[in-house]
Structures are given as C-alpha cells and as structure tokens.
C-alpha cells in the first residue's frame, strides 16, 4: 500500500506540498478543517501592518489554491475533512472523516460551582469574537460572572470595553493558563462559551463537549462538527 499521509490542520488557502505529489500515487490529506475565509470584521479589526501582511497573503496564495484544486479533481487525491465546509469545497473528491482530538484522557465529572460563572478561553484575538460574549453580560442576571482564559494583543480593547459596560466587577480575565488549571474552570462553570466566527475544529469546545458541559456558541461548520461527534450522548 503505497499511500502518502498528510497530517495538517492547514485550510486550502495555505500552500501545501499536496500540489508536488504524482498523480499516480494514491494519497490522502489531512486531516483538513476550514475553507472559511477572514471575515470583514475581522479584518477590521487589524492594524495596519495585519491589513497589509493579510492581502499580500491571499494574493501570494490564491493561485496555490486552484493548483490545490486542480490536483484534486486529476489526481489519486483523497480528503479526510473535519467538517461540511471543506466537503462542499473539495465536492465530491472529498472523505468527510471527523478528526476527534486528544481527549481520551477526560474522565473528571462537570461539577458546577456554587458561584454561577460562564467560562470562555482562547486567544485574545478578533476571530475569537470575545467581545459577543462580554456584551451579552448585559442581558443576564447580575449574580453570573465571565470567565476568560487567554492572553493576546486585543486584551486592552477588551478591557476598554469591559469598563464601557460597567461590568469590572462581573468580567474577569485570567489570563494564559496551563491546561490542568484550564480545565478546572470549565468543569465548575456553568456554562463554556466559544464564539469563534471561523475555527474550523476548537479543541476546548471539544473538551466541553466531551466533558458534558452546556455549551453556547455559534453555528459555524467547525463547531457543528465537534458538536455532532464529540459527544454520542450530548
């Protein structure tokens, strides 16, 4: 069985040695999440020098993609994607096969924490749409806390906007955590929350998931994806 493996969480827009493979080699690639390009917003919100770096990126890879694409319509080439987004892009010279994370390990009981809190974690960065999360402490009760775990460059934005809303007391920031400390967060809160516009597979959604915890996050195909296989019983 002469197969090539590719193990990359790379969407098609980043280049891949995929495009130098023989077209008589059976191979396959993955696993792939993504093919959900930078949202307006989140360009937005970059500086200057993100604006620039992030154009000359899509100029410099775009013809990769169709060579990428090409390839997969010609060649042996198989898919193995971690959600429907990439199924529809590749059509069908795509595999759906759901890539499950590291979790096995996961044996601890959600056990909620007298002092109601929601709990959030990732970087501190636009596509994490932090700000969704913090805005809604408005619409709840005055007695729940937020919780965010992770540290990045929108940190003080984030705090601005915290101040804004009246909500110090309310929203916390905890800042970059080991994993272990992580997780006994999420496992006394009463709630994870993920708000990402664009990850094609969270890896602490799917540790909630897989935790039983409730979970509020939007519908995007990566998520959908986690929440479809990360837990049968969920």
Same mark, same amino acid.
């Given at each position: 069985n002469d197969a090539i493996h590719h193990v990359t969480y790379s969407g098609d827009w980043n280049i891949s040695p995929i495009i130098f493979l023989s077209r008589y080699q059976k191979s396959y690639w993955g696993p792939v999440g993504g093919v959900q390009k930078i949202t307006f917003g989140e360009f937005i919100e970059l500086d200057f020098v993100g604006m620039v770096i992030e154009i000359l990126r899509t100029i410099i890879v775009s013809p990769f993609r169709r060579i990428q694409r090409l390839k997969l319509k010609k060649y042996n080439i198989e898919i193995l994607a971690t959600n429907d987004s990439v199924v529809n892009y590749f059509s069908k010279t795509s595999k759906s096969q759901y890539c499950p994370n590291l979790i096995i390990d996961l044996n601890k009981k959600h056990t909620p924490a007298k002092n109601r809190y929601i709990f959030t974690s990732g970087?501190?960065?636009?596509? !994490?749409?932090? !700000?969704?999360?913090?805005?809604?402490? !408005?619409?709840?009760?005055?007695?729940?806390?937020?919780?965010?775990?992770?540290?990045?460059?929108?940190?003080?934005?984030?705090?601005?906007?915290?101040?804004?809303?009246?909500?110090?007391?309310? @929203?916390?920031?905890?800042?970059?955590?080991?994993?272990? !400390?992580?997780?006994?967060?999420?496992?006394?809160?009463?709630?994870? @929350?993920?708000?990402?516009?664009?990850?094609?597979?969270?890896?602490?959604?799917?540790?909630? @998931?897989?935790?039983?915890?409730?979970?509020?996050?939007?519908?995007?195909?990566?998520?959908?994806?986690?929440?479809?296989?990360?837990?049968?019983?969920?």
């Open positions: 970087r501190l960065i636009p596509l !994490k749409n932090f !700000k969704l999360v913090i805005r809604s402490m !408005k619409y709840l009760e005055d007695d729940i806390e937020l919780l965010i775990a992770g540290e990045g460059f929108l940190k003080k934005q984030l705090e601005k906007l915290v101040a804004k809303l009246d909500l110090q007391s309310r @929203v916390k920031f905890l800042g970059e955590l080991s994993r272990e !400390k992580s997780l006994e967060f999420l496992l006394k809160s009463q709630v994870f @929350v993920f708000t990402s516009i664009r990850d094609s597979h969270s890896w602490s959604l799917a540790e909630a @998931v897989h935790c039983g915890i409730p979970v509020a996050t939007l519908g995007t195909p990566g998520n959908l994806a986690v929440l479809k296989h990360g837990n049968p019983s969920y």
